[in-house]
């Protein structure tokens, strides 16, 4: 069961640099999201997509772009990296938009990522 | 908007010691309630839920209640493990039809053989 797979694992960029996180999913689920880690501040959510060809942001999605042109990939893209952006990011995804009926989230193992 | 409270860390606790770590929340309707895990290196890992009123949720030795009456999902396990030793993070999930979870601040357990 690969689940939620997200590459690469860690990652060192220079500030202005552009890069892509991916997040693959094969467990056919609608649902797919980014989160960010802060010490501190628990998981924050960056921008989700309820299915193929449609994302909304979330709560801090500023300098973050998503795209979704198929069910199994959520990439992330970092336009211009910042040092503020240095955080560990989290894939998750789920099989349905709700939670009432049991439906639960699975993240993948995390990219942590450090910008200088 | 939603928020969820828990309480201030880290925790030391020697093997075999009760362990419960608060977690209260704030939200309109009746949200489900999470409790995820991350052990060091990790990635975060569902440890157990409940999704609606007095709900108990267990799982490897850990439950936690959903008491609406006092907007609380505490943790809690008998006697905990130096392998329980990792970040707990309570978090809720969103009434609304977007599947989005509010997380507290998440809180490192630290057990001492």
């Known amino acids: 069961n690969a689940g939620v797979t997200q590459t690469p694992k860690f990652q060192v960029l220079k500030t202005g640099q552009s890069m892509t996180l991916q997040c693959a999913q094969d467990?056919?689920?609608?649902?797919m999201s980014w989160y960010r880690q802060d010490p501190g501040m628990g998981l924050r959510l960056i921008h989700y997509?309820?299915?193929?060809?449609?994302?909304d942001q979330g709560e801090v999605p500023n300098g973050y772009n998503v795209s979704r042109s198929t069910t199994e990939d959520f990439p992330l893209r970092l336009l211009s990296a910042a040092p503020s952006q240095t955080s560990v990011y989290f894939c998750?995804?789920?099989?349905?938009?709700?939670?009432?009926?049991?439906?639960?989230?699975?993240f993948g193992e995390g990219s942590w990522l450090t910008v200088v | 908007g939603n928020s969820v409270t828990q309480m201030e860390g880290p925790v030391t606790l020697s093997e075999e010691a009760f362990l419960t770590i608060n977690c209260t929340y704030t939200a309109t309707g009746y949200p489900s309630l999470f409790w995820y895990v991350q052990y060091p290196g990790e990635g975060l890992q569902l440890l157990l839920k409940?999704?609606?009123?007095?709900d108990k949720g267990s799982n490897k030795g850990f439950e936690a209640t959903y008491r609406k009456e006092t907007t609380s999902f505490h943790l809690e396990k008998g006697s905990v493990q130096v392998s329980d030793s990792a970040v707990y993070f309570c978090a809720l999930g969103d009434t609304g039809a977007n599947s989005k979870l509010t997380f507290g601040k998440g809180i490192t357990l630290s057990v001492r053989p």
């Open positions: 998750a995804s789920s099989y349905s938009r709700e939670f009432s009926s049991g439906n639960t989230i699975y």
């Open positions: 997509s309820v299915g193929a060809g449609i994302t």
């Open positions: 409940a999704t609606k009123a007095d």
């Open positions: 467990m056919n689920h609608e649902y």
